[in-house]
C-alpha cells in the first residue's frame, strides 16, 4: 500500500469531475497502523444512477465488509454534503465507521481537505479532514467522523450466555470492571471485555453460529471483544480488539469505525473514564492486518473516530 492520497492530481473543486460508474470503484484501507495494515473499503463516489440492486452486486464483487456508495454527491454550490449509503457482500448495513473514513479521504482529495457532512441511513455524521504536511505538501489525509448520538443498553442474560458460549468463553473469564453490554453508535455492538491477554487472543468461534445471533439480535455491526492494556500514569485508555464480522470469507474485522465509536459511548456511560478523554483501540493484529484508532470521548453527544485512509495497491 502507498503512503500518499487517493489519487496524484491535485484535487478537483466539481463533484461533476469525479468516477462515474461502477467500473470506477475506488478501494482504500482505512486505520492502517502500517504498511499492510487497515480496513479495506470500496467506495464510488458519484452512484446516484445505481439501483439496491446494482449496489448489493457491487459490493459482493468487491467483496470486502464495506462498499460506500455516494448516492448524492452534492453540487457545485455545496460539495461538502453528500448522502452515503453502505453494503458489505451480503445486505445492506446501516452504517460503517471505516467506509466513511475513506470516503473522506477520497473526497478530500478531489475537494479540498476541510469538514464534511455525510448523511447515512442512521443520521447524520461530522467529518473534519485534514492533511499532514510534515513530510510532503501531498501528504496523507486523516479523517476525524463524529458519531451520532450514542446509546447503551443491557445484555440480555440468555443472550450472553449464547454469545459467551459461540465464543468459548466463561463469565470467569471477563473483566469484573468492564460488564457485559450493548453500545450503539450508529450500530448495535455487543461489548465483550476479556480478562486475560492470553485468553483474548486463543478465543474461537464458529462464524455460521455467530451469524445466526447476529441476525437473530440484529446486530449489523460487529461482535467487539476487547482486552485491556497497560495504560501508565494518567494517559489514554488503551484497549485491543477483535469484531467479528463472519460475512462471505470474511470473519474478523481489522479495524471498525463505529465498534470504536460505541466503545467510548460504553466507557463514557459506564464512568470507567472521566470525559474529556482519548481511547487508543488496536485492532486487526489477529488477521494480519493492524490498524489503530484513536477515540474522542467529550462529556456529552457524539464521539470522534480518526484514521487515515491510503490506496490499496
Not at 50 to 60: P, S, Y
Not at 98 to 108: D, G, N, P, Q, S
Not at 138 to 158: C, I, K, N, Q, Y
Not at 268 to 274: D, F, H, I, K
Request: net charge negative; proline share 8%.
Amino acid at each position: 500500500m502507498g503512503q500518499g492520497g487517493v489519487v496524484a492530481e491535485r484535487p478537483a473543486s466539481s463533484p461533476h469531475s469525479e468516477p462515474k460508474g461502477p467500473e470506477q470503484v475506488l478501494r482504500l484501507a482505512a486505520f492502517a497502523d502500517e504498511p499492510g495494515g487497515g480496513n479495506p473499503a470500496g467506495v464510488l463516489l458519484n452512484a446516484g444512477h445505481l439501483t439496491d440492486a446494482d449496489m448489493q452486486r457491487i459490493a459482493t464483487e468487491v467483496g470486502y465488509a464495506e462498499t460506500a456508495f455516494v448516492v448524492d454527491p452534492g453540487d457545485d454550490a455545496n460539495d461538502r454534503t453528500v448522502r452515503l449509503r453502505y453494503f458489505s457482500p451480503d445486505a445492506e448495513v446501516p452504517f460503517c465507521g471505516h467506509a466513511t473514513v475513506v470516503t473522506a479521504v477520497a473526497l478530500a482529495e478531489r475537494r479540498g481537505v476541510g469538514p464534511f457532512v455525510i448523511d447515512t441511513p442512521v443520521g447524520r455524521v461530522s467529518i473534519e479532514t485534514s492533511r499532514d504536511t510534515a513530510s510532503a505538501p501531498d501528504g496523507p489525509v486523516t479523517a476525524s467522523f463524529t458519531s451520532v448520538e450514542p446509546a447503551l443498553r443491557d445484555l440480555d442474560s440468555d443472550v450472553a450466555d449464547q454469545l459467551l458460549s459461540l465464543l468459548g468463553l466463561r463469565r470467569s473469564d471477563l473483566d469484573d470492571s468492564w460488564p457485559l453490554r450493548e453500545a450503539y453508535a450508529g450500530n448495535w455492538h455487543p461489548v465483550v471485555a476479556v480478562r486475560e491477554q492470553a485468553v483474548f487472543d486463543a478465543f474461537r468461534f464458529d462464524p455460521a453460529g455467530m451469524r445466526t445471533l447476529m441476525d437473530r439480535q440484529g446486530w449489523a455491526g460487529t461482535v467487539t471483544v476487547v482486552c485491556r492494556q497497560i495504560s501508565h500514569g494518567s494517559g489514554p485508555t488503551v484497549v485491543e480488539a477483535r469484531n467479528l464480522f463472519p460475512v462471505g470469507d470474511i470473519t474478523e474485522d481489522p479495524a471498525t469505525g463505529s465498534a470504536a465509536a460505541s466503545l467510548g459511548a460504553y466507557l463514557r456511560e459506564l464512568q470507567l473514564l472521566a470525559p474529556p478523554a482519548r481511547v487508543i483501540v488496536h485492532q486487526g493484529r489477529h488477521v494480519g492486518r493492524p490498524s489503530l484508532l484513536l477515540v474522542d470521548v467529550p462529556s456529552h453527544g457524539g464521539i470522534t473516530v480518526t484514521g487515515t485512509a491510503v490506496p490499496i495497491v
